[in-house]
């Protein structure tokens, strides 16, 4: 009985899909980030980086501490392929 649970434990953890790990823009990707940016009104922003770590979800960009003209911080995220806003989070 040990050996097939041990068989069957490393079957399940073979199948299962590789997490990939964040990654940051390229130069092309980076540029169309930053434009989509600004026509939100955004005037500079810490870290750009596509989350695509988790198994059984969309990958989407993730900008950190993007900053309007007055200051305010939001969180982003973005669609990777449309670049479409999916979330501004307020960061205090």
């Known amino acids: 009985m040990k050996v097939f649970t041990a068989a069957m434990l490393i079957a399940m953890a073979v199948s299962l899909p590789a997490a990939a790990k964040d990654r940051a823009p390229t130069g092309a990707e980076r540029s169309a980030i930053e434009k989509k940016l600004r026509s939100l009104g955004y005037t500079s922003w810490d870290d750009?980086?596509?989350d695509d770590d988790r198994p059984y979800h969309q990958p989407k960009?993730?900008?950190?501490?993007?900053?309007?003209?007055?200051g305010a911080r939001f969180d982003i995220e973005l669609e990777p392929?449309?670049?479409?806003?999916?979330?501004?989070e307020r960061d205090d």
């Open 48 to 50: 750009i980086k596509l």
């Open 81 to 88: 392929r449309t670049l479409k806003l999916l979330q501004t």
């Open 61 to 70: 960009w993730e900008i950190d501490d993007a900053r309007k003209g007055n």
